[in-house]
């Protein structure tokens, strides 16, 4: 199973992909490979277990008092045949079992991956809107700093405009 790139965002690149198909199909033909020699391993000694019971049969046919051997070869041919059958079939549901296990474990991870890409996306937006807000109670504390001021200078002007006009009004009272 390949490394995760923990930095890496989004879905796997399209190299990537097909870097992974690539190697599944060699490991899917090298599988395919075991299990082709394995069955002409198996059709071999199918064939040599035939040869015998052949044998067995033109014996039997030659000397009938042998006929009980070689029903007990033949059973026994059987057996040998059936529990091989059976060890070939439990060790491909076990291959089975390990590669889908192994595709569970990708999955979840990648999953989990997904998930951790998301959930930071979404605290970096709620980092983004409070510094936003923040920003926006700072603008606005300046601007009633600012109309505050201006208000002080207004109410400074009135009271110096009110106090000229009574001096204008003393000095052309005194004319």
Partial sequence: MGR???????KPSVRSRQRRREFLKQKNIEAQRQL????????????????????????????KDKSADLRKLRDELNKEWEEK?????????ACVAKQDEE???CWNL??????????????????????ERVQLVEDKR?????RDVALARVADLEREVGNLNRRLANVRSRR
């Fill in 85 to 93: 059958m059976k060890a070939q079939e439990e060790e491909w549901k």
């Fill in 110 to 131: 990648r999953m989990e991956d997904l998930q951790e890409n998301h959930r930071m996306e979404v605290e970096r937006a709620k980092q983004g809107l409070l510094q």
């Fill in 142 to 146: 300046s601007a009633e700093r600012a």
């Fill in 36 to 63: 082709q020699v394995k069955l002409e391993e198996e059709d071999n000694v199918i064939k040599e277990l035939q040869e015998r019971l052949e044998l067995s049969e033109r014996q039997k046919e030659g000397k």
């Fill in 4 to 10: 995760i790139n923990k930095s890496k965002r989004g």
């Fill in 103 to 105: 595709w569970r474990k």
